[in-house]
């Protein structure tokens, strides 16, 4: 099994910074691309950023330019930078991470709990 359990989140003011991070543990394989998603109240969770075991990233147009994915193979951790927060950006932040277990031929999405992230006004 893997386990992603993710770090960071809070309450911060708008304009303000916080960092988040997201290990994975567990009988791990292999680690593909890991990600970050966010899912605001009354709405569906959506893509932040991504980024591949290579290094290449993608964002949110909402957060482009405002938040930097990064990762620490070596830890299988992967990080959250988010600078110039916004009242919309409060949600609850989840670790994703396609992955393949020692005992599994298969690689599959597995989530964090989640951390919450609030911005106020």
């Known amino acids: 099994q893997v386990q992603l359990v993710e770090s960071g989140g809070g309450l911060v003011q708008a304009g303000g910074s916080l960092r988040l991070s997201c290990k994975a543990s567990?009988?791990?394989?292999?680690?593909?691309?890991m990600g970050w998603y966010r899912q605001a109240p009354g709405k569906e969770r959506e893509l932040v950023a991504g980024?591949?075991?290579?290094?290449?990233?993608n964002y949110a147009d909402a957060v482009l330019g405002r938040f930097t994915i990064s990762r620490d193979n070596a830890k299988n951790t992967v990080y959250l930078q988010m600078n110039s927060l916004k009242p919309e950006d409060t949600a609850v932040y989840y670790c994703?991470?396609?992955?393949?277990?020692?005992?599994?031929?298969?690689?599959?999405?597995?989530w964090g709990p989640g951390t919450q992230v609030t911005v106020s006004s």
């Open positions: 980024i591949s075991s290579g290094g290449s990233t």
């Open positions: 567990g009988s791990i394989f292999k680690i593909n691309g």
């Open positions: 994703n991470a396609e992955a393949r277990a020692l005992w599994s031929g298969n690689y599959r999405d597995y």
